[in-house]
């Protein structure tokens, strides 16, 4: 191992600054033996002070023939160049080595290489050794890299998923004492054809139920004890008026389409809805917030929901075949309630795309997760919140904000009413109607009658 020591300015005095040829983990524990010897975690650098009993130590723990001066100052040396390293014991990943006065300018896009982790034993960044990573620093990075080893050209376009330690697997829930019944549940809604989130939320409300009234057959519970779970619920769990009637959807199912007890929850008490008027962002607001995403996959996700009005299962969901560039438009398979339609395709989305899909080179889903398959809702939401702060939006904004402004922002332009429930996908204009209570448009000549006290 080849350790290159180069002096440093740092907070007004002269330090050596310490890192090795190729990072390993016996560096990180070898530096744990040299005196005052520190990781700086902002600037991701070891440094120690500049004295002989520093020398001397590095030559006994190092070997003098392995410590390597460089007399220049830190990190001239160095060119100004991202140092890219194979890992001996991680052949699929890669080191990236990031100079302290590189990381102003180039930290936030490192952040943005795709799988990039950092690693606290080597004190680097590990990057999947892919075509893509490649593709991503010549992109972001011309001239800023100095490669240690000859990239093979037949590395795989992405990493195979790894295989989910015990530890990290989702626990299953609790099962119930009469899980059959749950069984049995699933079956019906499977059978109804209804969507996999609404089998297992259908299944998940009923489950803990019946594991509520444990000892006894679900088919002898009573509607009494049915108003006295939602009761419970209420004052415990203060559940919301979605959820209380996601419950209740869930065990009339269970005693109309199961057990054939209909009369039981034939009249069961459903809460009054609450009129809650959408959150909607200006247009100025919007403009930050896809400002604020550096990343090109991550601004064009957030572009595609604004222009299009698309729901997040709906993004997830389109693959490439449906960007139909030459009608400029999208379609959107199986939208909500199973509904297929087509929407808007921006000209400018359109350009952004074709630049993600030259670097990313999706197969399949427009936007694929770190070793392909479908990318994550979590993601996207973790994408906006991550947007959101930074731009300092409405706090209130959820990623399904950008499609109720893209709906107000187009009746504030004229849009007819009509064309916008089609774009949305809304099967009554009832629904889309609530997008005239939100909008801007008129009120600004509205004056309050205060105005015209004289006061």
């Given at each position: 191992m080849k350790i290159r020591i180069a002096p440093?300015?740092?907070?007004?005095?002269?330090?050596?600054?310490?890192?090795?040829?190729?990072?390993?983990?016996?560096?990180?524990?070898?530096?744990?033996?040299?005196?005052?010897?520190?990781?700086?975690?902002?600037?991701?650098?070891?440094?120690?002070?500049?004295?002989?009993?520093?020398?001397?130590?590095?030559?006994?723990?190092?070997?003098?023939?392995?410590?390597?001066v460089e007399h220049v100052p830190y990190p001239a040396a160095l060119n100004d160049k991202l140092r890219i390293s194979r890992l001996e014991k991680e052949p699929d990943w890669l080191s990236l080595y990031l100079p302290e006065e590189m990381v102003p300018e180039y930290l936030e896009t490192v952040k943005n290489i795709h799988?990039?982790?950092?690693?606290?034993?080597?004190?680097?960044?590990?990057?999947?050794?892919?075509?893509?990573?490649?593709?991503?620093?010549?992109?972001?990075?011309?001239?800023?890299i100095e490669w240690t080893f000859a990239f093979d050209q037949g590395r795989p376009d992405r990493l195979s998923e790894p295989l989910q330690s015990p530890e990290k697997r989702k626990a299953e829930p609790?099962?119930?004492?009469?899980?059959?019944?749950?069984?049995?549940?699933?079956?019906?809604?499977?059978?109804?054809?209804?969507?996999?989130?609404?089998?297992?939320?259908?299944?998940?409300?009923?489950?803990?139920?019946?594991?509520?009234?444990?000892?006894?057959?679900?088919?002898l519970i009573t509607r009494q004890q049915i108003d006295a779970y939602i009761f419970h619920l209420i004052k415990a769990r203060n559940i919301s008026e979605s959820h209380q009637n996601q419950i209740?959807?869930?065990?009339?199912?269970?005693?109309?389409?199961?057990?054939?007890?209909?009369e039981k929850v034939r009249h069961l008490i459903r809460p009054k809805r609450a009129e809650k008027l959408p959150h909607v962002m200006s247009e100025q607001e919007v403009t930050r917030l896809l400002k604020?995403?550096?990343?090109?996959?991550?601004?064009?996700?957030?572009?595609?929901?604004y222009?299009?009005?698309?729901?997040?299962?709906?993004?997830?969901?389109?693959?490439?075949?449906?960007?139909?560039?030459?009608?400029?438009?999208?379609?959107?398979?199986?939208?909500?309630?199973?509904k297929d339609r087509y929407t808007l395709l921006s000209d400018k989305v359109l350009q952004m795309l074709q630049e993600y899909i030259s670097l990313y080179q999706p197969l399949d889903w427009l936007f694929e997760g770190d070793t392909g398959g479908q990318y994550s809702a979590?993601?996207?939401?973790?994408?906006?919140?991550?947007?959101?702060?930074?731009?300092?939006?409405?706090?209130?904004?959820?990623?399904?904000?950008?499609?109720?402004?893209f709906a107000t922002h187009l009746l504030e332009k004229g849009v007819d009413l009509r064309y916008i429930q089609e774009l949305l996908g809304h099967e009554s204009s009832k629904t889309t109607e609530i997008y005239t209570h939100v909008t801007k448009k008129g009120m600004q000549n509205i004056k309050s009658p205060l105005d015209d006290l004289d006061l």
């Amino acid at each position: 191992m080849k350790i290159r020591i180069a002096p440093i300015r740092y907070e007004h005095a002269t330090f050596m600054s310490i890192r090795p040829d190729v990072p390993s983990p016996e560096f990180a524990a070898a530096m744990a033996r040299i005196p005052r010897a520190y990781y700086r975690v902002e600037r991701k650098i070891w440094l120690a002070p500049k004295d002989k009993l520093v020398w001397r130590a590095l030559q006994e723990v190092f070997g003098s023939e392995n410590l390597m001066v460089e007399h220049v100052p830190y990190p001239a040396a160095l060119n100004d160049k991202l140092r890219i390293s194979r890992l001996e014991k991680e052949p699929d990943w890669l080191s990236l080595y990031l100079p302290e006065e590189m990381v102003p300018e180039y930290l936030e896009t490192v952040k943005n290489i795709h799988g990039r982790q950092w690693d606290l034993v080597l004190k680097v960044w590990k990057i999947p050794y892919t075509q893509l990573t490649r593709r991503f620093l010549e992109k972001y990075f011309p001239g800023k890299i100095e490669w240690t080893f000859a990239f093979d050209q037949g590395r795989p376009d992405r990493l195979s998923e790894p295989l989910q330690s015990p530890e990290k697997r989702k626990a299953e829930p609790p099962i119930a004492r009469y899980e059959a019944a749950v069984i049995a549940l699933e079956q019906v809604i499977m059978l109804k054809r209804y969507s996999w989130r609404t089998v297992k939320a259908y299944k998940n409300c009923f489950r803990q139920f019946i594991r509520y009234y444990d000892d006894i057959k679900p088919s002898l519970i009573t509607r009494q004890q049915i108003d006295a779970y939602i009761f419970h619920l209420i004052k415990a769990r203060n559940i919301s008026e979605s959820h209380q009637n996601q419950i209740l959807s869930a065990i009339k199912m269970f005693y109309a389409e199961v057990v054939d007890q209909e009369e039981k929850v034939r009249h069961l008490i459903r809460p009054k809805r609450a009129e809650k008027l959408p959150h909607v962002m200006s247009e100025q607001e919007v403009t930050r917030l896809l400002k604020a995403c550096i990343n090109l996959k991550h601004r064009c996700i957030l572009m595609l929901i604004y222009s299009a009005g698309l729901r997040l299962g709906e993004l997830l969901n389109i693959r490439i075949r449906d960007i139909q560039i030459d009608q400029r438009r999208i379609f959107v398979y199986a939208g909500k309630g199973k509904k297929d339609r087509y929407t808007l395709l921006s000209d400018k989305v359109l350009q952004m795309l074709q630049e993600y899909i030259s670097l990313y080179q999706p197969l399949d889903w427009l936007f694929e997760g770190d070793t392909g398959g479908q990318y994550s809702a979590s993601s996207v939401q973790k994408i906006f919140t991550m947007a959101k702060l930074k731009s300092k939006v409405n706090p209130y904004a959820t990623v399904h904000t950008l499609r109720h402004s893209f709906a107000t922002h187009l009746l504030e332009k004229g849009v007819d009413l009509r064309y916008i429930q089609e774009l949305l996908g809304h099967e009554s204009s009832k629904t889309t109607e609530i997008y005239t209570h939100v909008t801007k448009k008129g009120m600004q000549n509205i004056k309050s009658p205060l105005d015209d006290l004289d006061l």
